[in-house]
Antibody, heavy 125, light 106 residues
């Protein structure tokens, strides 16, 4: 069964850090680029970051550059998102997503065919 | 960044109706356009990829069309479980961008 399970969310004070994890199973994790997508309350999804299958390439949305780091451990089939200097604007549900048809030419853009259940991050204003 | 304009933002329909949702992009993305359904409290679910390819397990009443900058999602014969929010997403290049969503209500 193909599955992504996020963990690590919670309530964190402004300026502090949090690390999300995403455990993958049921597919060959090391052969797939992976993404983080977030969704603020009452808003649509917002793409956050992508990492290539081997971890050598990473891209971020401008609003998190320099604060968030995406990385992966293929030996553990796990994706991570390290979030530093958090602000109220980072509040939302964070999803990890498996990428379909992601390639280097598109900077690993693709469709998201498998999503995790989401992990809530709350940063009080 | 590629701008996404989705319309309408909300839509009222009845079971059995045929509805169409439109997505327009700010530049030519060929057919790198995907559609998702999201129900309350759940993550998005991929319905259509590359503009017109039905994802495995998705009922054939869902269909997608378009290329370049103009795309449509059509649901023929609405079922009660189809009342949800729908999003388009471009996968032409990062940063990946989504439409604002269409809330389909009874």
């Amino acid at each position: 069964q193909v599955q992504l399970v996020e963990s690590g969310g919670g309530v964190v004070q402004p300026g502090r850090s949090l690390r999300l994890s995403c455990a993958a199973s049921g597919f060959t994790f090391s052969r797939n680029a992976m993404h983080w997508v977030r969704q603020a309350p009452g808003r649509g999804p917002e793409w956050v970051a992508v990492i290539s299958d081997d971890g050598s390439s990473k891209y971020y949305v401008d609003s998190v550059k320099g604060r968030f780091t995406i990385f992966r451990d293929n030996s553990k089939n796990t994706l991570y998102l390290q979030m530093n200097s958090l602000g109220a604007e980072d509040t939302g549900v964070y999803y990890c997503a498996k990428c379909w048809d992601c390639g280097r030419a598109s900077y690993y853009a693709g469709a998201f065919d498998i999503w995790g259940q989401g992990s809530m991050v709350t940063v009080p204003s | 960044d590629i701008q996404m304009t989705q319309s309408p933002s909300s839509l009222s329909a009845s079971v059995g109706d045929r509805v169409t949702i439109t997505c327009r992009t700010g530049q030519n993305i060929r057919t790198h356009l995907n559609w998702y359904q999201q129900k309350a409290g759940k993550g998005p679910n991929l319905l259509i990829k590359t503009a017109s390819t039905l994802e495995s397990g998705v009922p054939p009443r869902f269909s997608g069309s378009g290329s370049g900058t103009d795309f449509t999602l059509t649901i023929s014969g609405l079922q009660p479980e189809d009342f949800a929010t729908y999003y388009c997403q471009q996968s032409y290049i990062t940063p990946i961008t989504f439409g604002q969503g269409t809330r389909l209500e009874i």
